[in-house]
T-cell receptor
Framework: AQSVTQLDSQVPVFEEAPVELRCNYS??????LFWYVQYPNQGLQLLLK??????LVKGINGFEAEFNKSQTSFHLRKPSVHISDTAEYFC???????????FGKGTTLSVSS | GAGVSQTPSNKVTEKGKYVELRCDPI?????LYWYRQSLGQGPEFLIY????????DSGLPNDRFFAVRPEGSVSTLKIQRTERGDSAVYLC????????????FGPGTRLTVL
């Protein structure tokens, strides 16, 4: 069975500090991985995705993620966060049939000054 | 251009009642998805349409849930004999092609069953 685990439910961080949001997956088939962000009172939007090729993926708003097959991880990183990055972040895995995403429970990133 | 819209934004109903939730996808998107998000959880897949047909309805929890997309655009999620456990935010998304393409999500409909 396929699954996604986000290891931290909440991550508090100060403005301009680096941040890493952790995501591990389980899948016995080809892996397609995504990070979505949900800002307060807005719909989910795609930050970045890994389908194949380079394991380091760059996304919008200065975020990047690294696919690590041996550790079955897809951690999201940003070298310097802003107050505006405060949001809920979801890691997701494409299901085998290509018909849906399997989401983790989410990580709340809270950036304070 | 316009994004995915969902109506109503909030729906309060009583246990046992029937509800319909509507989704207007982005024009031209052939794929449409319904997800359900309970408090403290990530979105959970319900059903996927490619055009007018339900290509994957494996996420529907039971036969009280049904969805249609008769003209390949607007979709309606229908829940019969609602139960308190159906309370959640129902999300709709659309995309070109399948799930590995970027999915554009609507703001959701918050359903509360009393």
């Amino acid at each position: 069975a396929q699954s996604v685990t986000q290891l931290d439910s909440q991550v508090p961080v100060f403005e301009e500090a680096p941040v890493e949001l952790r995501c591990n997956y389980s899948s016995s088939v080809s892996v397609y991985l995504f990070w979505y962000v949900q800002y307060p009172n807005q719909g989910l939007q795609l930050l970045l995705k890994y389908l194949s090729g380079s394991t380091l993926v760059k996304g919008i708003n200065g975020f990047e993620a690294e696919f690590n097959k041996s550790q079955t991880s897809f951690h999201l990183r940003k070298p310097s966060v802003h107050i505006s990055d405060t949001a809920e972040y979801f890691c997701a895995l494409g299901n085998q049939a290509g018909t849906a995403l399997i989401f983790g429970k989410g990580t709340t990133l809270s950036v304070s000054s | 251009g316009a994004g995915v819209s969902q109506t109503p934004s909030n729906k309060v109903t009583e246990k046992g009642k029937y509800v319909e939730l509507r989704c207007d996808p982005i024009s031209g998107h052939t794929a449409l998805y319904w997800y359900r998000q309970s408090l403290g959880q990530g979105p959970e897949f319900l059903i996927y349409f490619q055009g007018t047909g339900a290509a994957d309805d494996s996420g529907l929890p039971n036969d009280r849930f049904f969805a249609v997309r008769p003209e390949g655009s607007v979709s309606t999620l229908k829940i019969q004999r609602t139960e308190r456990g159906d309370s959640a935010v129902y999300l709709c998304a659309s995309s070109f092609g399948g799930a590995y393409n970027e999915q554009f999500f609507g703001p959701g409909t918050r359903l509360t069953v009393l």
